[in-house]
């Protein structure tokens, strides 16, 4: 089992910046990536960006060029640094960790960490 704990939700205005942490634990020697989701009300959960073991990392386009995710392996922790936030950026956010890269494995995922964007 791994354990993924998100932080650094909060309220901002429009074309502020927030940054958002996710901390692994556990089982954490099988993760080969790790990314960052979010869902909105009345809308199905979506990806914002991944990042693998290697560094290497891929965004949506609703998202590319305005967030960044970074990866610190020796603590376990992925952030995402988002800047220029719109009101449909607002969503809860998620992070999250496929169980394994083979067809039909499992993800965990966090309690999620809300991100308000509003003036």
């Known amino acids: 089992q791994v354990q993924l704990v998100e932080s650094g939700g909060g309220v901002v205005q429009p074309g502020g910046s927030l940054r958002l942490s996710c901390v692994a634990s556990?089982?954490?020697?099988?993760?080969?990536?790790m990314g960052w989701y979010r869902q909105a009300p009345g809308k199905e959960r979506e990806l914002v960006g991944d990042?693998?073991?290697?560094?290497?990392?891929n965004y949506a386009a609703s998202v590319k060029g305005r967030f960044t995710i970074s990866r610190d392996n020796a603590k376990n922790t992925i952030y995402l640094q988002m800047n220029d936030l719109k009101p449909d950026d607002t969503a809860v956010y998620y992070c999250?960790?496929?169980?394994?890269?083979?067809?039909?494995?499992?993800?965990?995922w966090g309690q999620g960490t809300q991100v308000t964007v509003s003036s």
């Open positions: 999250n960790a496929p169980a394994g890269w083979y067809p039909g494995a499992g993800e965990y």
């Open positions: 556990g089982s954490i020697a099988s993760i080969y990536k």
């Open positions: 990042v693998f073991t290697g560094g290497s990392a």
